[in-house]
Nanobody
């Protein structure tokens, strides 16, 4: 059974940095496009960042562009989200997700992701 496990969340002050990690249980996921989404209290889940299966291409939401960086280590079956200059509006549960099939282009659309982690809480105080 495919599992995605996020870690690295926490409580930080505005302006601080955090690095989220996502560990995939299946080695085959190293060939799947991956993404990060987040859900703030009372809001719908939204796209944050995505990365292609080779780790070369990536995309970001406008709200995090220039502050967040997505990366992956295919050998270790890990995906990361480096978050800098955090703002209170970044407070949310952050989810790691994987496309259900290998290869292909990364995507911003939640419907294109077939595997999801349980999420990790990020809280940014002002």
């Amino acid at each position: 059974q495919v599992q995605l496990v996020e870690s690295g969340g926490g409580l930080v002050q505005a302006g601080a940095s955090l690095r989220l990690s996502c560990a995939a249980s299946e080695r085959s996921l190293s060939r799947h496009p991956m993404g990060w989404f987040r859900q703030a209290p009372g809001k719908e889940r939204e796209f944050v960042a995505a990365i292609g299966w080779q780790g070369i291409s990536s995309d970001y939401s406008d709200s995090v562009k220039g502050r967040f960086t997505i990366s992956r280590d295919r050998g270790e079956n890990m995906v990361y989200l480096q978050m800098n200059s955090l703002k209170p509006e970044d407070t949310a549960i952050y989810y790691c997700a994987a496309h259900p099939s290998p290869y292909g282009d990364h995507s911003k659309a939640e419907i294109n992701y077939g595997f999801w982690g349980q999420g990790t809480q990020v809280t940014v105080s002002s």
